[in-house]
């Protein structure tokens, strides 16, 4: 009977010795890929403006979901010749864009897909994402945005806080509310917008190693709205619910180190939840609208601007929710281009 005590002993000590090692592990394995990320990411190369005496040519791939609203194809060729004018009247630089193609979003994840595996990326796409769920982690993420910023921009972006709640509660409770109601608007199926598939496709960390490691465009359109909840959100984005607009990254293929994405589905959805935040955007106004956005995602493309929250009237500065209609309404062409003194060049993405 010892003996089997002893062996019973043993055996509950080998497991608890041993699971040790996983949890350490596990902590190993954070700092790995946050120290193999910050490496890739400090040895990029400085940006540097994009020389204004030539024309540039930008590739362009449309990736679509096929249960998604898309725009015409009358639509696509308008925003992008409207792109071009504008990108020139407001930022000087004379562009062309060359449409290379047009892929369905699941193949291209598939093709894609061989970047999430690299070490250097393990980092964003294992520690980023925060799951609806965690909602402990999200809260953290609310309170860690809105340091960065005075109770003047925060109250500009968010409302105040009703009598007794903080404004991390206060910020915390719309998003948690309005990312919920993005994800319940329905596809072309009936069925709602986010699934196990599409948690992917709506994920911006994904997006954000995708740019990196993009070969054959320069700038993606796509028809998916990217609403995710990951740790490096910034305020716009938290007051949006999780709605990143359009983004430029970092990329180590092409010649303007550089890759965009823009999104399209939160300017023509007509799901309630977009109709009510959003509003009807007049068809007549949609790609002047939608243009005014991609000019803004050209400032960091082809000028390497920061981000920009308190200039008024300048395309610089992001919309600071889902209303573009009345974001576009608010733009001052005599704001551009910008004074030297007002610009914050950056050297990374």
Same mark, same amino acid.
């Given at each position: ?10 055996? !509950? ?12 592990? $596990?902590?190993?394995? /954070? ?5 193999? /990320? ?21 590739? @362009? ?13 009358? &639509?696509? @060729? ?17 562009? $062309? !864009? ?28 294992? *520690? ?59 596809? &072309? ?14 994920? !911006? ?37 999780? @709605? ?21 589905? &939160? *300017? ?40 920009? /929250? ?40």
């Amino acid at each position: 009977m010892k003996k089997i005590y002893l062996f019973i002993f043993i055996a !509950f000590f080998n497991v608890f010795c041993n699971s040790k090692p996983e949890k350490s592990s $596990s902590q190993d394995s /954070y700092k790995e890929a946050k120290a193999n /990320y910050l490496r890739m990411y400090k040895l990029l190369p400085d940006l540097k403006p994009i020389n204004k005496s030539k024309e540039h040519i930008i590739r @362009v791939l449309y990736v679509e979901d096929p249960l998604l609203p898309s725009l015409s194809k009358e &639509q696509k @060729v308008n925003l992008l010749s409207e792109t071009e004018k504008l990108t020139y009247k407001l930022l000087g630089y004379r562009i $062309s !864009f060359k449409v290379i193609g047009k892929e369905n979003i699941k193949s291209f994840f598939n093709r894609m897909r061989v970047s999430f595996k690299k070490p250097e990326f393990r980092y964003p796409i294992l *520690y980023w994402p925060v799951p609806i769920t965690n909602t402990k982690k999200i809260l953290s993420v609310v309170k860690k945005a809105i340091r960065k910023h005075d109770n003047t921009t925060l109250e500009r972006y968010f409302g105040k806080p009703s009598s007794g709640k903080s404004m991390a509660n206060h910020i915390f409770k719309l998003f948690m509310k309005r990312i919920n109601a993005i994800y319940n608007e329905k596809d &072309q199926n009936g069925k709602p917008l986010f699934n196990r598939e599409r948690s992917e496709w709506f994920s !911006f960390p994904h997006w954000d190693v995708i740019a990196y490691n993009l070969k054959d465009a320069d700038f993606i359109i796509t028809n998916i709205v990217l609403a995710s909840s990951e740790s490096t959100m910034p305020i716009y984005v938290i007051n949006r619910g999780g @709605v990143t607009s359009a983004f430029v990254e970092n990329n180590f293929h092409n010649d303007y180190k550089a890759v965009g994405v823009f999104a399209t589905y &939160q *300017y023509i959805s007509k799901g309630k939840y977009f109709i009510k935040k959003r509003g009807v955007i007049p068809n007549n106004l949609l790609i002047p609208v939608m243009s005014h956005i991609f000019v803004h995602e050209m400032g960091h493309f082809l000028m390497r601007l920061d981000e920009y /929250y308190n200039l008024k009237g300048s395309v610089h500065v992001a919309p600071i929710d889902l209303n573009y209609l009345k974001w576009y309404k608010s733009i001052d062409p005599s704001a551009h281009p910008m004074k030297p003194k007002e610009m914050k060049i950056l050297k990374k993405y």
